[in-house]
């Protein structure tokens, strides 16, 4: 086999200069002309979209309200209460924190009298017990004996 030149080896590509005046069989060269076109981006599903929105409200609600409770010495008092309680604790701390979730959800459903744009803080204030016990079951949960 004759060894060719750089000079001599065919391209694999070419790029035809985008210009209208040249009729369309000068533009074509003879031989296999392959176009490759990338896939269209997937379309955006809202559901997927919306479920990340109510993901990162529900982190940043209760985010702020453990954070609240835990500054205000609710989460102490919390651990006070999972040390005293003993191996039962985490249990014991999950139910409290299950009555406190009701109570929070009767609370924000519940309050007719209080206008619309101050509920979105009532909803945080309520869940401050909520989420102070859920951080301090995550704190204390090493220590727990299941």
Known sequence: MPKHDQDDEPDWFTVEPDDHDT???AAQQPGVHITVTPPPPPPADPAKADRRARIRRWLAVHGAAAAAG???????????????????????ALVLAGVAW???????????????????????????PFATLLLAVALHAPRAAF
């Open 23 to 25: 009729p369309p069989a």
């Open 70 to 92: 835990w500054y205000s010495g609710l989460g102490q008092i919390a651990e006070d209460f999972m040390s005293d309680v003993g191996d039962g604790a985490p249990m014991a």
């Open 102 to 128: 009701y109570a929070a959800e009767l609370a924000v459903e519940n309050v007719r009298f209080m206008p619309s744009r101050l509920r979105p803080a009532a909803r945080v204030i309520y869940r401050i």
